[in-house]
């Protein structure tokens, strides 16, 4: 068969055709665009006329659109749907493309014409969206060392290539850890307490594997959740928390430790090498918060207000035990199964309640109608689109006069060639060519439990908040509508990222939104208002606990990317140096060979390094920015089309602050955060 990355997609919206690309393809592929995009470098760079915009700035721009749309495929489907052949292929590229990047951008001709086009600003008349560009891509020379001169430039690129492979290699070591264990449970004893779809899903998994008297339980999250929130065998629920924190902790070839010290240390010295004190110091000056102190400070002060009320939320925790005649020590694998029972108490409400009102097909069909009555876009099944597994479904999204503004990929299920989690992604981007929109290829991903014979696939209540959290990612991608790629949809300020995908949750609590989608799967009858106030009146029940976990999980990524390069050449114990970074908020004993950073794919495989505070961050831009929906109306097209104009369609076209302040008319404020969470007296 033809190799179909060596020419343009002949597919409907120049989808991918998945179904015609094989592994041996990739390689070809993507070398054939790197040498594309090499001819397109050298081309700009021998330009008799004068370095303009145009010619220099915009075919920057422009150049390199095959290497993007092949590595885009191959990176993608190494998170939802890799192999050993593909994650190999990703080891082989991935360095490849890292070279390629730093030469581009430590190439002294190119940067001289950059220079001279950014010198000269001021007399071009450029449009906001043209500054922006030229700035972005003058600071981005700068920043990835083309400044740097003989060793000092060769080595940062032997560096940028290097992550590129500790990345790569911390991911599949995860997935591989994760999909190795299984907990089999031959006697039914073992299962009290855990609902029956879960007992029946158990089931299946175990008949598949040739266990057909067994019942195996795993570290996906559809089972692992679950299972430590119902199970009442004290001893498994500590054997699958062990087995779930000490992924990649345990020693072997898929310890993430040494990984883990050798990023750090190439982090430090890269930041070091263009003048920073630190990794944290070089990523947040392209940040919203700017440097590290106002991190730190910002993620103390919340800690300051919410540490006090997190410990009752404990004490509470171990009253309630004690009232139930336990006398046990309280332990980190006790906290979801004692929280949960006690939150059906207090509110009458768990999980296996709610449920039956969330129906996954009717989620996704709520999510499209909350989408459409605020921006005017509804969603239209196209099966004749190619998707790379059965269980992904394709949508043509269309605006209000009918017409197709992006393609939209729903892949909601885990299986072993998934990573965890869930999260948003694109094959391709928006940008306009001429007049003419480029449709944008937007992608999310989930780990939802998946429909069997006689259990439909029922979401808890945080699972719809996480397709609405997705989704808002996605909305910011399929309304992107601006000129440039690099500057459209997600490709914003990493702390302002969160912002379109956080602001989508509050719809969840919001009867008027609830009463589109949430019918009991089997009576069809709408949820209650008295149910909806309970989980309401549930949102901020151990609030605060959240709250000092999120802010753990930044302080510890903080620790780890605000280390000089001498601090950073002298870690050894990667066990220690979490202990110690967690010990403000530590709430609960250490327990003995776990750890979190060798499993912490966010910082260390993803974007968010010297970034995770950015959810708690955004989380006071999307409480600021729906207290405007509750004043004016969850619904109210007014303040949709604001949001929409000035948020979600403007992509990095400006700095943040200014979009937020074009939307809300001022700064926001932590107020409306700190009386949602609870954590105002």
């Not at 032997?158 to 850890?177: G, H, M, P, Q, Y």
């Not at 009320?309 to 046990?328: R, W």
Request: proline share 4%.
């Amino acid at each position: 068969m033809p190799n179909p990355l060596l020419s343009p997609f002949k597919t409907s919206y120049e989808m991918p055709p998945f179904s015609q690309i094989e592994s041996a393809h990739y390689e070809e592929g993507i070398e054939s665009a790197l040498a594309e995009a090499k001819m397109q470098i050298q081309k700009i760079i021998e330009n008799s006329d004068a370095p303009s915009f145009s010619n220099t700035i915009e075919a920057l721009e422009n150049s390199g659109e095959h290497l993007q749309r092949n590595s885009s495929i191959l990176f993608n489907l190494n998170s939802a749907e890799t192999s050993d052949q593909l994650q190999k292929i990703a080891q082989v590229v991935s360095p490849k493309l890292s070279a390629f990047n730093s030469e581009v951008k430590q190439n002294e001709d190119l940067f001289k014409r950059v220079k001279v086009v950014y010198e000269s600003k001021d007399s071009l008349n450029l449009t906001s969206e043209e500054i922006k560009l030229l700035n972005e891509t003058y600071f981005d020379f700068v920043r990835r060392g083309v400044e740097l001169e003989g060793e000092k430039k060769t080595r940062f690129k032997e560096i940028s290539i290097e992550l590129s492979k500790l990345s790569l290699s911390f991911s599949e070591n995860v997935l591989a850890e994760t999909n190795d264990f299984e907990l089999v449970l031959d006697d039914e004893s073992d299962l009290f307490g855990l609902p029956g779809d879960v007992v029946a899903r158990a089931k299946e998994l175990a008949i598949k594997k040739g266990k057909e008297s067994s019942w195996i339980f795993t570290l996906q999250a559809p089972s692992y959740i679950p299972f430590m929130e119902y199970a009442d065998n004290r001893s498994l629920r500590e054997q699958m928390y062990r087995a779930y924190m000490c992924k990649c902790f345990k020693g072997g070839d898929r310890d993430n430790q040494e990984l883990i010290l050798k990023t750090v240390r190439l982090k430090a010295e890269l930041a070091s090498l263009l003048g920073y004190e630190t990794f944290a110091d070089y990523v947040l000056e392209q940040r919203m918060a700017e440097s590290p102190d106002k991190v730190i400070s910002f993620l103390e002060d919340l800690l300051k207000k919410s540490l006090p009320k997190a410990k009752e939320e404990v004490e509470e925790i171990k009253e309630f035990v004690k009232s139930k005649g336990e006398d046990i020590i309280l332990q980190r694998w006790d906290w979801s199964y004692y929280s949960e029972k006690l939150r059906k108490e207090k509110y009458e409400l768990d999980d296996e309640l709610v449920k039956p009102y969330f129906k996954l097909e009717n989620v996704i069909n709520g999510v499209f109608e909350t989408a459409e009555k605020l921006y005017g876009i509804s969603f239209r099944p196209n099966e004749n689109l190619e998707v790379y597994h059965k269980d992904v479904q394709a949508y043509e999204v269309l605006n209000e006069q009918g017409k197709v503004v992006s393609i939209f990929l729903a892949d909601f299920f885990p299986r072993d060639g998934k990573r965890g989690g869930a999260w948003m992604t694109s094959y391709r981007g928006q940008k306009y060519d001429g007049e003419e929109r480029t449709i944008p290829q937007v992608s999310i991903v989930c780990n939802f439990t998946p429909s069997s014979e006689g259990h439909p696939s029922l979401l808890k209540f945080n699972e719809v908040e996480t397709l609405f959290h997705e989704f808002g990612h996605a909305l910011h991608g399929m309304l992107a509508d601006t000129k440039y790629q690099s500057l459209s949809g997600t490709s914003v300020y990493w702390d302002f990222v969160e912002l379109p995908s956080q602001i989508m949750e509050n719809w969840c609590y919001e009867k008027e939104c609830l009463d589109l989608f949430a019918r009991h799967h089997e009576t069809g009858e709408l949820i209650p208002e008295d149910l909806v106030d309970r989980i309401k009146r549930s949102s901020t029940y151990h609030e605060a606990y959240a709250t000092v976990r999120q802010i753990s999980f930044g302080l510890l990524d903080m620790a780890w990317h605000s280390q000089s390069l001498i601090d950073a050449n002298s870690l050894s114990d990667v066990g220690a140096f979490e202990r110690e970074a967690f010990a403000p908020t530590e709430l609960f004993p250490n327990v003995d060979g776990t750890n979190m950073s060798v499993q912490f794919s966010h910082i260390f495989a993803g974007g968010y390094a010297a970034g995770y505070y950015s959810y708690k961050w955004a989380e006071v831009l999307d409480a600021d920015a729906f207290s405007v929906f509750k004043e004016n109306g969850v619904f109210d097209k007014k303040t949709a089309d604001s949001f929409k104009n000035n948020i979600l369609s403007q992509g990095g076209t400006d700095h943040p602050m200014t979009l937020y302040k074009n939307f809300r008319g001022k700064e926001p404020t932590a107020e409306a955060l700190l009386n949602r969470a609870g954590l105002v007296s």
